[in-house]
């Protein structure tokens, strides 16, 4: 049984203008000890997806069950309870700053009634797991935005909850504070088990830090399963546009200036063994064929790099198939790149 489960949920919001339909009909299973990802680009139902998990918004239709209870069935105060075990880190880290950092993460502690000694030993074996254990006397205002994180997500873990939700959590970070960030919540769901779901517009989160991912387009899952399958070879459109990116500044340029039309592009990935092999190299000597590299980089995917490399084939039918053909021999992942991506 999925640890989370969404079935047919829709969210609606009147407005003067008229309705909104924020979500339609999702349905999604994040699974024990997942770290999961939800990605989109702004406007897609992210956030308003994270804040139905916990009931912070109610769905107009479907039914959210966390551990097989569904909270359309449960009492206020059940549903408090069972928020209690949902912890949840913002964009904006959402302290307190009036109060210092061990304030901070006892603040939760406080509202479940737990004793002072007792919520301050907790509040510092956090802060000590989160690598914040000499800031504890500090304020918000005297800490970076990565050491607010870190508080942040020690407060969220001081109620011991089974599920860690994320809101655009690095989204305000740097690239390097970002990294530190990722690699604290994997450390945090190896250690303490916890099922973490991470809401981002930025692939490069999810490639580096979930092990599965719903794309989400218009209030809708455009496809959704694990983090490498998709990144190899997504199948909806959303998911080659968030994971191809823009056109390349070669291939716009190629499409303005050439009169006659562009041959088939294809995306290769790299991974493991193919990538100590110069395979286009050989795949250009062996058909005696030049080759157009549209766009090359690497990526990190689940702890792997992987290469990707957009590709501008001869325009004839055969030498195409036979190109494909070699390079799938190869072991690598391979996928046409359509001209509106």
């Known amino acids: 049984m999925a640890l989370i489960e969404l079935r047919g949920v829709s969210k609606v919001y009147n407005q003067a203008e008229g309705p909104v339909h924020a979500l339609k009909d999702v349905n999604l299973e994040v699974e024990r000890s997942d770290i999961f990802g939800i990605i989109g680009m702004s406007g897609a139902g992210k956030s308003t997806l994270v804040r139905c998990m916990n009931y912070l918004e109610q769905p107009t239709e479907g039914d959210i069950l966390i551990d097989g209870k569904n909270l359309r069935d449960l009492t206020k105060k059940e549903l408090r309870k069972q928020r209690s075990e949902t912890g949840m880190i913002f964009q904006h880290f959402n302290l307190l700053m009036q109060k ?47 050491q607010k994180q870190r508080v942040a997500i020690a407060r969220a873990l001081a109620s011991e909850p089974k ?51 719903a794309i989400i387009e218009d209030g809708q899952v455009a496809e959704t399963g694990e983090v490498e399958k998709i990144f190899n070879a997504p199948q909806s459109k959303a998911g080659r546009r968030l994971i191809y990116g823009e056109k390349s500044e070669a291939l716009r340029k190629a499409e303005k200036t050439q009169n006659i039309p562009l041959g088939k592009k294809l995306r290769i990935v790299y991974s493991r063994n193919p990538a100590f092999e110069p395979v286009i190299a050989n795949m250009i000597l062996h058909f005696q064929t030049p080759v157009n590299i549209l766009r090359a980089e690497t990526r990190n995917v689940g702890g792997i790099a992987k290469g990707e490399m957009i590709l501008e084939l001869p325009k004839e039918r055969t030498i195409q198939e036979e190109m494909e053909e070699f390079l799938r021999g190869r072991g690598l992942e391979v996928q046409e790149v359509e001209e509106d991506v």
């Open 100 to 146: 210092n950092v061990i304030s901070n993460v006892c603040f939760p502690l406080k509202l479940l009634k737990v004793g002072k000694k007792e919520a301050e030993t907790k509040a510092l074996e956090l802060l000590k797991l989160v690598g914040l254990e000499d800031k504890a006397k500090a304020y918000p205002a005297q800490l970076s935005g990565g």
């Open 163 to 213: 599920i860690l939700l994320c809101d655009e959590a690095t989204s305000a970070l740097d690239p390097q504070t970002t990294e530190s960030i990722l690699q604290l919540l994997k450390k945090i769901n190896r250690e303490l088990g916890i099922t973490i779901v991470i809401i981002t517009h930025q692939m490069s989160v999810v490639s580096e830090a979930c092990n599965k991912v």
